[in-house]
T-cell receptor, first 112, second 117 residues
Framework: DAKTTQPPSMDCAEGRAANLPCNHS???????VYWYRQIHSQGPQYIIH???NNETNEMASLIITEDRKSSTLILPHATLRDTAVYYC?????????????FGTGTRLQVFP | DAGVIQSPRHEVTEMGQEVTLRCKPI?????LFWYRQTMMRGLELLIY????????DSGMPEDRFSAKMPNASFSTLKIQPSEPRDSAVYFC???????????????FGPGTRLTVT
């Protein structure tokens, strides 16, 4: 699976949009981009995923560049409860190779 | 659904003792994963099962670690003998998988915090 690069930490004011970048310059055509987050002392939680097109759900939006070498997770109105470590993962969906490899992620601190 | 259930939530044991961690995956999920998280190494995949069969155990640190999945609703991770460096949070996760292009998500349990003194 392709390697991802994320900034180690970011700050965001409550109510503002949080934009978390991820570089995955070696991504292959059949690899998806996944985002998970881990709130302190809890297990990671799925946020969103995408292949080529931008995606949006009730939690966040995922913007993938046209060359697919980078992506941005957007939390449109960050709250204090969004303080967490955010992981960007690329994964090939193949039978019997369904594992996720977590990197170091970005620690997002939302402040009042 | 109750989600992924792990027990115990906290375990404190002495070096050399056997430790058994338990996991009940979400009903209907056919893949189960064991992870270990420490400050130094982050979140590491230890082993995962598909349809109760171990698929990849390359992350299991050494022979002291073993994992079983006797049926679709139960898995154990055993450490024997335990050592202080095994202290970590151990997460179990489950998912429903199938097909080459079937994006999916893993659902994580609350974790077991293991302390070996």
């Amino acid at each position: 699976d392709a390697k991802t690069t994320q900034p180690p930490s970011m700050d965001c004011a409550e109510g503002r949009a949080a934009n978390l970048p991820c570089n995955h310059s070696t991504i292959s055509g059949n690899e998806y981009v996944y985002w998970y987050r881990q709130i302190h002392s809890q297990g990671p939680q799925y946020i969103i995923h995408g292949l080529k097109n931008n995606e949006t759900n009730e939690m966040a939006s995922l913007i993938i560049t046209e060359d697919r070498k980078s992506s941005t997770l957007i939390l449109p109105h960050a709250t204090l409860r969004d303080t967490a470590v955010y992981y960007c993962i690329v994964r090939v969906a193949l039978r019997n190779t369904d594992k996720l490899i977590f990197g170091t992620g970005t620690r997002l601190q939302v402040f009042p | 659904d109750a989600g992924v259930i792990q027990s115990p939530r906290h375990e404190v044991t002495e070096m050399g003792q056997e430790v058994t961690l338990r996991c009940k995956p979400i009903s209907g999920h056919n893949s189960l994963f064991w992870y270990r998280q420490t400050m130094m190494r982050g979140l590491e995949l230890l082993i995962y099962f598909n349809n109760n069969v171990p698929i990849d155990d390359s992350g299991m640190p050494e022979d002291r670690f073993s994992a079983k999945m006797p049926n679709a609703s139960f898995s154990t991770l055993k450490i024997q003998p335990s050592e202080p460096r095994d202290s970590a949070v151990y997460f179990c996760a489950s998912s429903r998988t199938g097909g080459q292009l079937d994006p999916y998500e893993q659902y994580f349990g609350p974790g077991t915090r293991l302390t070996v003194t």
